[in-house]
């Protein structure tokens, strides 16, 4: 399907001075910790090239061919570090794609990327909402580690002219791979502060080009801008031209980029409500508006992919899909339970598929227990450094279990579902225990009242209806104990962590309007 051409005149990207060099905190106490570590990291990257010019004992396997793949290292064929390419859909749900079980929606794109990759089945995003979840994303930190688990007024997320947002001297993974000497660039939604000292261009890409926060906080008063770097460029923004003018950026900078390693973070406005298909996609799905952009978001993918193979770099980039967190109605989480905004598996178990011919078994899948927090000591790894070791990353390298390693398993004790501040539940292996609560949260309105403590086997009963607490108080026993490590560290509602780090603050927010230089 060809996409019609954006009708709009769009400004070339602007060079940002300010963006030109490594951000300050990297370069003096953020990576002096990460640079120390990275001797380990890079000790193995050196291993594995020494490694590399060996005759290899085990035969590569071919790029669409099942088997375990090529353990992934930072030496692809070219011999430079492998290009990464990041999509984040927002809420779309576990069973919004073919290769999760769709079948309302066309996803030829996402079905071949499936076929020629690796789904991940219990891949987690650390919250049920944007601003958090996207926190772990960047950082590899649960949302209570780098406080943004809720927002100035203890909302679930932010808002426009927030004064709150990351703390720009968090590590982000376009920090860390900048450092390396990737191109970096950030396409769509941020939600991690609006005020130009938070935006992406403050967090270690080279450019940006989006919308900084959901597409449903349109307001009168200060219209949903489209930014440029820091600049607004339009506003309010023509939403359905969005995925089609994010899929051009994006391939722009592919192309540009080919002699180099990058990272895209490739983040839709799609399927947020409200829906906001591209015109050549209105009404073409069997499920309304939801569907159509479920198929945009596929074509996209798809020039994605003919991109890469066209500049002859396929086989060098890694691309991951998955989502922020689980779906509302009209998207679909089954077989799971609940929706976006609960710490039921809904609201947080997402879609992902990973794809790297060569380096990932094709028509793979993984059940252990992954996670937005893993992708930045992932990608560390495979650019030859380390995260940073001046402070705790709650991620850990998925490279074994991506790359088909036998036997690999989740680098995780426990994985746990914190509503804003507060610690609902834990997981461990195929447990799932809901902690009790005097006050059950949720992101909006009251709570729900006092719960009862629950406890799931996922293996066995993956929509949480069977409380098996009481044939199992020793694993109850064990969680509970997880729970409380994580309350020290983390903190519960009021109680602090001690492995809390604080937010970045601004004293004067302003909205980010048209015509208002930064
Ligand atoms: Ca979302």
New binding site residues.
């Given amino acids: 399907m060809i996409h019609p051409q954006d009708p709009m005149t769009l400004p070339p990207a602007q060079d940002d001075p300010k963006t030109s060099v490594n951000r300050r905190d990297l370069l003096t106490h953020g990576l002096r910790g990460a640079c120390l570590a990275g001797l380990a990291g890079l000790g193995g990257v050196l291993a594995a090239r020494s490694a590399a010019e060996k005759p290899d004992p085990a035969p590569r396997a071919p790029a669409g061919s099942p088997g375990p793949g090529k353990p992934p290292t930072s030496e692809p064929a070219g011999g430079k570090l492998p290009s990464i390419v990041v999509v984040l859909v927002?809420?779309l749900g576990y069973a919004d794609l073919g290769p999760f079980g769709s079948t309302k929606h066309r996803t030829p794109a996402i079905d071949q990327m499936a076929r020629e990759g690796m789904r991940l089945t219990d891949f987690y995003s650390t919250s049920s909402?944007?601003t958090p979840?996207r926190s772990s994303l960047m950082t590899g930190c649960y949302p209570r580690r780098v406080n943004m688990h809720v927002d100035e007024k203890n909302l679930c997320v932010l808002f426009p002219a927030s004064r709150k947002g990351l703390h720009p001297d968090e590590i982000t993974i376009a920090d860390l791979l900048k450092a390396k000497g990737y191109a970096t660039a950030c396409f769509g939604k941020w939600h991690l502060g609006d005020h130009p000292d938070f935006l992406p261009t403050r967090q270690g890409f080279d450019e940006y080009f989006g919308i900084p926060y959901?597409n449903d906080m349109h307001r009168r008063e200060v219209p949903l801008p489209l930014l440029r770097n820091a600049t607004v460029i339009e506003a309010p923004v023509r939403q359905d031209t969005l995925t089609a003018r994010y899929t051009r950026e994006a391939v722009r900078f592919i192309k540009a980029n080919r002699d180099r390693p990058f990272f895209v973070y490739f983040s839709h406005a799609a399927v947020?409500v409200p829906l906001f298909p591209g015109a050549d996609f209105k009404g073409k799905s069997q499920d309304g508006a939801y569907g159509d952009w479920v198929e945009e978001l596929d074509w996209s993918m798809g020039e994605l992919f003919k991109t890469l193979q066209a500049e002859g770099i396929d086989r060098d980039t890694l691309v991951l899909l998955t989502?922020?967190?689980g779906s509302q109605k009209p998207g679909s989480n089954a077989p799971l339970r609940g929706d976006?905004g609960r710490t039921d598996e809904g609201g947080m178990r997402v879609p992902c598929v990973a794809r790297w011919p060569g380096r990932i078994p094709a028509g793979s899948s993984s059940a252990e227990i992954t996670s937005t927090l893993d992708l930045l000591p992932t990608f560390a790894k495979l650019a030859g450094t380390s995260p940073p070791t001046d402070r705790i990353i709650d991620g850990r390298d998925i490279g074994p279990i991506l790359s088909g390693q036998p036997g690999a398993k989740s680098p995780h004790e426990a994985f746990y579902y914190y509503q804003m501040d507060q610690l609902q539940a834990v997981r461990s292996g195929p447990w799932k225990l809901f902690v009790p609560m005097e006050a059950k949260k949720r992101n909006w309105g009251k709570p729900e009242g006092k719960t009862e403590l629950k406890l799931f086997n996922l293996a066995e009963d993956i929509h949480e209806d069977r409380n098996v607490a009481d044939a199992h108080p020793e694993v109850v026993k064990r969680l509970l104990a997880l729970a409380e490590k994580a309350r020290e560290d983390l903190g519960d509602m009021d109680r602090t962590g001690k492995g809390q780090r604080p937010a970045g603050w601004v004293d004067k927010p302003a909205p980010r309007l048209l015509g208002r230089p930064e």
Avoid: L, M
């Fill in positions: 927002d809420d909402v944007c979840s959901s947020h989502s922020d967190n976006k």
